[in-house]
């Protein structure tokens, strides 16, 4: 039997010719999926223009201390729901107090100071109208604005946290552990929650006074809290299915072939797939949570006044329409704010989800 | 199937035990009751409304008296030392107790009354939902592209961002106001129905449309359309017998959801439109404080919703024979 050439001698390769070959490896600069993403959402017109609309929103939203607008719960007694009035009829006057906010938070009043040194009492004239109240609808979406933003932004990091680590749990482990968890959620998933979130916050309102001087929880944070805690239902099963799909693909066992350690394998590669898809879910998750926003306020349970939310203002304004004279501008501008935000958060959802889905990577 | 239905049910036996032990426990945790007024009871009247609604007797008994199937008052059966004058009662037999704050009634009777009018409404939504939203998503399905799509898109976004008390808004501003054709409120007349319907059923249309629309062009791209087409068949009958079947499946998927959805809208459209639902009393109850009724009306919309999800999942493997229900 004549010996066969040793493959490995064969195939060997001179030391020289391995630094060679290691160092044009390293010239090649892969694409990593965020930057391809990036370049992909910036070509979709439509989604581009909404991120950079949400992002002026968000902006302003945070700012709108320093924006020289009225105080949202002023109420001028002989400003009294008037129409609008366009900026080139009466840009602004005197008049801005501060004595009627509610209590702010350090870094709001640090802003307003700041607004009071620089434009002094000088505020913008109506010009979206002004309320039953005097109050300005402007100052009033502005301010508005924040409550909802931050609504949203809560619950789906709730939504996010319990979510995404309940899902891949479950999608990782697999066998008894996953179908157990994945009984639960479906059993959460048929209770109708608003029911029982109606029930909670009715009961909360009982002990509001204890929670508020003993622990500082007030009515708004059980708000983020319970609605972060129906959200993460779906956000669970999202992940969770994409994980099992992950699991067991050729990338993870070439991962796991080269000898990548499983906390490598996690992090590196199943998270930043389930990241994209988790992502445009969340896109999705805050429009929903906005809407919730508005039906608990419509209901008279949700932010409570003095404070504003978009929910409350649209609230204010259906009130408005009545067969002796039809306020527009009331429910017009909540509602245009509103919807503006949401669509475009829906087509930013959409925008993301073709920028992400690994499956269109390298395709146009 | 058998399997499939039996473990729906023990299932929704272990969510309606949690829902009613979460809610009952809590309900007795809460320290202010429906009878603390602005004025303070006299203490016999208080002990005496408190034997009325057993608040006097220990927590398990109050909760194993209101889960049933046994009735633990004094007419309970003569094996537990009662009189036998009423041996079941609870939940599990269907007996929600007595209302906190409508002290002649019971949940029971407060349903009976208002679930009719809440069903009704929610089937005129429904009704409103698949008709907008089918014929809508097939227009935009054929006229891919066109104005006629875009508008419907466009619309069908609207439907989807708006709060639905806000789009009832601009339907009351529009039908009523401008128009004059329809009451602005009340319920009794088919007229009185058709406004809450269709703002009920409006986000929901907006999205069966949606899904229509996506199903549709899906089915319209397939070879047995093309086949149809080539033997000659009519455009209509190609579309509503051939592509309809299975463009429709997406949309028979969401009824589960839609309804539920609906039920839980109604909350706010009976409000708007001073309907005499279970979505009306349930939110009276919460501001009330009235918690056998609102917890009743919980568990009641839970069943519901859990059955009606049973029901959808079962006739889409009757129309889609690739989904099994073991597989779920």
Known sequence: MSAAPDPLVRWSIGAADAERLLAEAAKVRGESLWSD?????????????????????????????????????????????????PPWQEFGGRGFTTEAFWDLGAVDRGMLGLRQWIFGDWQTGHWLGTDAKGRDVLARVIWGSRTSILVALAAALCSLLIGVTYGATSGYLGGRADNLMMRIVDVLYSVPFIFVVIFLITIVNEYRRTLQDYYGINREVVFYVVIGAIYWLTMARVVRGQVLSLKNSEFIEAARVIGASTRRIIFLHLVPNVLSI??????????????????LSFLGLGIEPPKVSWGLLAVDGVEAVSPLYVQWWLVFFPAAAMGGTLLALNFLGDGLRDALDPRLRGKD | MTRFLARRLAWFAITLFVVVTISFFLMRAVRGGPFDGERRLDAAVELNIKARYHLDWPPWRQFLHYVGPFNLDEHRAEFLGGDGGRVFGGVLVGDLGPSFRYRDFTVNDIIAQSLPISVLLGLVALMWALSLGISAGIASALRRGSGLDVAIRLLATGG?????????????????????????????TLKHMLLPGLALGAPFAAYIARLTRTGMLEVLSQDYIRTAHAKGLPARLVILRHALKGGLLPVISYLGPATAGILTGSLVIER?????????????????????????????????????????????TLLDPRIKLEEE
Do not use: K
Not at chain 1, 68 to 77: F, H, R, W
């Open chain 1, 278 to 295: 988790v992502i445009v879910y969340l896109t999705l998750t805050i429009p929903a949570v906005m809407l919730f926003e508005a039906f």
């Open chain 2, 272 to 316: 708007i439109f001073y309907i005499p639902g279970t979505g009306s009393h349930f939110v009276n109850s919460a501001l009330n404080r009235d918690y056998t009724l609102s917890m009743g009306v919980t568990i009641l919309y839970t069943v519901l919703v859990y059955g009606l999800n049973t029901v959808v999942d079962f006739a889409y």
């Open chain 1, 37 to 85: 993403a990036w370049r992909r959402l910036r070509r979709n017109r439509v989604a581009w223009w909404c991120l950079l609309f949400l992002a002026a929103f968000t902006l302003t939203s945070v700012l709108a201390p320093l924006l020289p607008i009225p105080s949202p719960v002023q109420i001028e007694l002989n400003a009294l729901l008037l129409p609008p009035a």
């Open chain 2, 160 to 188: 989807i961002v708006l709060p639905n008390f806000v789009i009832a808004t601009f339907l009351v501003l529009v039908f009523v106001f401008m128009l004059g054709l329809l009451p602005v409120a009340g319920w009794g």
